[in-house]
């Protein structure tokens, strides 16, 4: 299982981004079967898992620091979890990082322990 992040980059405060997290599966479960999280680290601070999404796409988990103003989902016939991150703000800077888990029979992501990573974007929101 991969995983690879895209569409980090430098925005304003109170501007968006949305970040995509393309996962390839050479074999064994499907990508359906797996619960996808995003996770950011910023310099000098404990990575933070900012939101997750369940193998269903109907279960989601948001940290309260993005709780309304980022939104997880998941297309599944593509492969892709995506981040939509609205209202940015300067400490929303940080490595995004995207990260799997089999996920069957999951309904509520959190506190997930994940077995693979993408090797993360950058996010800079200046104010």
């Known amino acids: 299982v991969q995983l690879e992040e895209s569409g980090g980059g430098s925005v304003q405060a109170g501007g968006s981004l949305r970040l995509a997290c393309a996962v390839s599966?050479?074999?064994?479960?499907?990508?359906?079967?797996?619960?996808v999280g995003w996770f950011r680290q910023a310099p000098g601070k404990e990575r933070e898992n900012v939101a997750a999404?369940?193998?269903?796409?109907?279960?989601?988990y948001y940290a309260d620091s993005v709780k309304g103003r980022f939104t997880i989902s998941r297309e599944n016939a593509e492969n892709t979890v995506y981040l939509q991150m609205d209202s940015l703000k300067p400490e929303d800077t940080a490595v995004y990082y995207c990260?799997?888990?089999?996920?069957?029979?999951?309904?509520?992501?959190?506190?997930?322990?994940?077995?693979?990573w993408g090797q993360g974007t950058q996010v800079t929101v200046s104010s």
């Open positions: 990260a799997a888990t089999y996920g069957l029979g999951i309904n509520y992501p959190y506190d997930l322990k994940y077995d693979y």
């Open positions: 599966i050479a074999s064994g479960p499907p990508f359906s079967r797996y619960a």
């Open positions: 999404i369940n193998w269903t796409g109907d279960g989601h």
